[in-house]
């Protein structure tokens, strides 16, 4: 892998500007990982760089490891806007985190399938998906498959079944509990974490989504109206909260694409760590061509372009969260 379909790969950047961007003002001072990357002038040429720092990901990400969470846990990834990064975010953490010795399924639930996609995961129509583990078809374990880049990182595909399970969903009884009901199984496996992947949309997919997971992140990019709908979406997990799912918090929010070079994402980055606290994740997402390129390959950042820094900075997010543990029940 890491071929194109006509064996080649994509450029690397090496001896031009790189195109990705970093916060050039950063409020707080990057977790360690991060500055001990940053700090790569000592090395001469853009692809010398970027070498030494995949070198020292694997190195780093290997060796240490990440410890095992006391229970497991899931995250249901929402924000009915499309194009926030929520699948994106979804397999990268994931990547990361697997990475570094934890176990990891991420439950494709857009009817779009980008996530499958991303993982290199196959997801025909006929595929044993989340829609027939969702109706109550098929057990998990029928429709898990294994990522091809690494052992510990599994995926529940979506195909294309799944965009009729919005309408099917209605008649339904216990409509909003189904998904739940499906992973009570997943106990039975040791995965440490699990993320849900959301549609761009409040229906029935959502919701199952979020009755089925105690930690809701929020993915929002750096762009004007970053926090339109977040509001709705608040309310949505409100309600879930007092009638179907009392366990369900906002643990974690994520700043994506974030570009430097305008002062609106600096200021974006202000208002949703004005608004979430220390709910967001110190660590910010760079827009990066590569990070938008990967999935084309079937591939993670990680394994598309580990020294790049979209592999550093899911990295450094994947630590953030695994480092920040679940939140105290009672105190968010
Ligand atoms: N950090 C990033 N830099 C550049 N492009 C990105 C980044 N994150 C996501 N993208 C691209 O933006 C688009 C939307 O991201 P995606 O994760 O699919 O959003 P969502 O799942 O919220 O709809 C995709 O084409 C993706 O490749
Ligand atoms: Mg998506």
């Known amino acids: 892998m890491g071929e194109g379909p006509d064996g080649s790969r994509a450029p690397r950047g090496g001896g031009r500007v790189s195109r990705e961007t970093w916060p050039t003002t950063p409020r707080e001072a990057p977790p360690a990982a991060a500055q001990d990357w ?7 040429t853009p692809i010398g760089a970027e070498a030494e720092r995949a070198v020292r990901l694997l190195h780093s990400a290997t060796r240490g490891g990440l410890p095992r969470p006391e229970r497991q846990r899931v995250f249901t990834i929402a924000n009915q806007k499309g194009g926030v990064g929520k699948t994106t975010t979804a397999v990268n953490i994931a990547a990361a985190l697997a990475l570094q010795g934890l176990k990891v399924l991420v439950i494709d639930l857009d009817p779009q399938g980008n996530a499958s996609t991303a993982l290199g995961i196959e997801h025909r129509p006929g595929t044993a998906s989340s829609y027939e583990v969702l109706i109550g078809d098929i057990p998990v374990q029928e429709a ?6 690494s052992e510990r990182l599994f995926c529940i595909p979506a195909t294309i079944d799944l965009a009729g399970a919005e309408i099917e969903l209605v ?3 216990a409509r909003e509990g189904r998904l739940r009901t499906a ?9 440490d974490y699990v993320f849900i992947d959301c549609p761009p949309s409040l229906g029935l997919l959502t919701i199952n989504a979020l009755v089925a997971a105690p930690e809701v992140l929020i993915p929002i990019q750096c762009e004007y109206y970053a926090l339109e709908g977040v509001g709705q979406l608040l309310r949505n997990i409100e309600m879930v909260k007092s009638h179907l799912n009392p366990e369900l918090t906002v ?4 700043l994506t694409m974030y570009d430097g070079r305008t002062r ?5 980055a202000q208002d949703v760590r004005a608004h979430f606290g220390d709910k967001v994740l110190r660590t910010v997402i760079p827009r990066s061509v590569k990070v938008s390129e990967a999935p084309g390959y079937g591939m993670t950042i990680l394994d598309y372009d580990p020294g790049s ?8 997010a994947s630590r953030e ?11 968010r």
């Open 264 to 268: 609106l994402a600096d200021q974006v």
């Open 144 to 149: 898990l498959q294994r990522s091809p880049h």
């Open 251 to 254: 643990s974690t929010v994520i």
């Open 309 to 316: 820094r979209g592999a550093m900075s899911y990295l450094d």
């Open 321 to 331: 969260l695994a480092e920040r543990g679940a939140p105290q029940a009672g105190t």
């Open 38 to 44: 940053q700090n790569d002038a000592v090395i001469d």
């Open 183 to 191: 992973l009570a199984e997943l106990k039975h496996y040791d995965f």
């Open 171 to 173: 008649s339904m009884v």
